[in-house]
């Protein structure tokens, strides 16, 4: 059997590589914000940003302040 393919470069390969989704933010992420667009998207179906302890407030306000963000919760819970 051969082994798994190694990722592509700047693929995370588990969660300690994973980045916060604000512009130019390079920190781990410790967030999920779960959102949905309800003009594109079916009311189940959930899109993520991934949120540092920074921008965790920011980046959810920009989703409430459309009635997108549906739930916060720490990454990985």
Same mark, same amino acid.
């Given at each position: 059997?051969s082994p798994?393919?190694?990722?592509?470069?700047?693929?995370?390969?588990?969660?300690?590589?994973?980045? *916060?989704?604000?512009?130019? *933010?390079?920190?781990?992420?410790?967030?999920?914000?779960?959102?949905?667009?309800?003009?594109?998207?079916?009311?189940?179906?959930?899109?993520?940003?991934?949120? *540092?302890?920074?921008?965790?407030?920011?980046?959810?306000?920009?989703?409430?302040?459309?009635g997108f963000?549906?739930?916060?919760?720490?990454?990985?819970?």
């Amino acid at each position: 059997m051969s082994p798994a393919p190694a990722a592509a470069p700047g693929t995370p390969s588990g969660p300690e590589e994973l980045t *916060c989704s604000a512009k130019g *933010c390079q920190a781990p992420a410790t967030w999920e914000l779960l959102w949905n667009n309800p003009k594109l998207h079916t009311p189940d179906r959930r899109k993520t940003w991934l949120a *540092c302890d920074e921008h965790r407030d920011s980046l959810g306000a920009f989703l409430g302040a459309r009635g997108f963000l549906k739930e916060r919760r720490p990454l990985g819970s």
